[in-house]
């Protein structure tokens, strides 16, 4: 399955690194930036989500909230966000091993891990904006401010 501008983005609960569940519909009313993204501790990776980090009150208000997610552990990504400071949730799409990345269309057999996806969902949880990139080419954070904006 993949996922498709104009869908509903489909609903899931993951954990975050504090082992707290989060369900993606618990944040309609807001706009969602969905990154996905294949490893923790990795330099692109790592790139990325510090440029989210650098630039949360942009990205993570009162009208936006992040939610990043890889193939990761809650024990890794507890790990990865206290030494990279990260306050956003990231989520453990752990067990069933990608099925979330897979639902979403992102999720690489080949690699075992998801690809650089992001969706970007309106207020009732629509797919308005959608980029999935492969894995050693990172995305632009100056497109999400646009898209957000645009919303």
Not at 65 to 82: E, N, Y
Not at 86 to 101: K, R
Request: overall charge negative.
């Amino acid at each position: 399955m993949t996922v498709e501008v104009g869908q509903p983005a489909p609903d899931f609960e993951l954990v975050d690194q504090a082992r707290r569940p989060v369900r993606l519909s618990e944040y309609r009313g807001k706009k969602v930036v969905l990154v996905f993204y294949p490893f923790a501790f990795s330099s692109v990776c790592g790139g990325e989500l510090c440029v989210i980090r650098d630039n949360v009150g942009e990205l993570q208000n009162a009208d936006v909230q992040v939610l990043t997610v890889s193939v990761d552990s809650v024990q890794v990504h507890r790990a990865w966000a206290q030494a990279q400071g990260f306050d956003y949730p990231l989520l453990a799409d752990f067990w069933p091993h990608g099925a979330v990345a897979e639902t979403y269309g992102v999720f690489s057999a080949e690699i075992g891990a998801a690809l650089r996806g992001t969706f970007i969902l309106d207020r009732e949880g629509v797919v308005r904006w959608k980029v999935v990139n492969a894995v050693p080419n990172a995305r632009d954070l100056e497109t999400y401010r646009q898209v957000l904006a645009d919303l």
